[in-house]
């Protein structure tokens, strides 16, 4: 089936402001969009509300995600489309789930300040921010979707972060018309 409202994943390594921007961009389209009703499924919390996963990893102390059930729990939502997922993975997802793809960036020093602050213990701070150093999103995203979905956009600072909402309601907007057509 094919789906006509558009589906957005924001993706990148933790810290580079998915979750921000997912958020900003739910309330914004929807203030500027009547149809479809854009809604927010942030995966990491759903992971661990549905208990999607199989496996724990000790290390990190984080569940490792099954792949199958996380897209059996969100499929029905996002065949109904206008659904923004915010998650740091993407490989796995079916390639035609989504009309656009947001790999969001940030520097090496914000990822770190940022999840300092959101009280990360320093390895997992470290192993993201070598995620962010050596491009592990980018890879990901670039192995699993065409060029032309894909938005690389920084996130270091406000106005960036203004900026790539304005860009992508835009974007959104004309292809909501588009499919009306
Ligand atoms: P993620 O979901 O990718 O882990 P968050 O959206 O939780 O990232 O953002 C991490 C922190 O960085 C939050 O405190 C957020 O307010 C801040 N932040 C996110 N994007 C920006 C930005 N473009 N400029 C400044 N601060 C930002
Ligand atoms: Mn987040």
Redesign the pocket.
């Known amino acids: 089936m094919e789906i006509r409202a558009p589906n957005i994943l924001i993706t990148?390594t933790?810290?580079?402001?998915?979750?921000?921007?997912a958020r900003l961009l739910e309330d914004q389209l929807n203030e500027t969009i009547d149809f479809p009703k854009f809604e927010v499924i942030s995966l990491g919390a759903l992971i661990n509300e549905k208990h999607l996963y199989k496996n724990w990893n000790e290390q990190f102390q984080v569940p490792e995600f099954d792949e199958d059930l996380v897209c059996d729990a969100i499929e029905a939502d996002i065949r109904r489309g206008g659904k923004i997922v915010?998650f740091h993975s993407c490989a796995f997802f079916p390639p035609d789930w989504f009309h656009y793809i947001v790999l969001?960036r940030a520097s090496n020093t914000n990822i770190f300040d940022?999840l300092s602050?959101r009280g990360y213990p320093e390895p997992k701070i470290q192993e993201n921010v070598q995620c962010e150093i050596f491009q592990v999103c980018k890879d990901e995203v670039e192995d699993s979707y065409p060029k032309e979905k894909i938005l690389e956009r920084n996130?270091?600072?406000?106005v960036?972060?203004e900026r790539n909402v304005e860009e992508i309601i835009e974007l959104i907007k004309k292809t909501v018309e588009d499919n009306k057509h």
Not at 14 to 21: I, S, V
Not at 155 to 158: L, R, V
Request: aromatic share 0%.
């Open positions: 990148g933790p810290g580079t402001g998915k979750t921000t921007l915010d969001l940022r602050e996130s270091d600072t406000i960036e972060m």
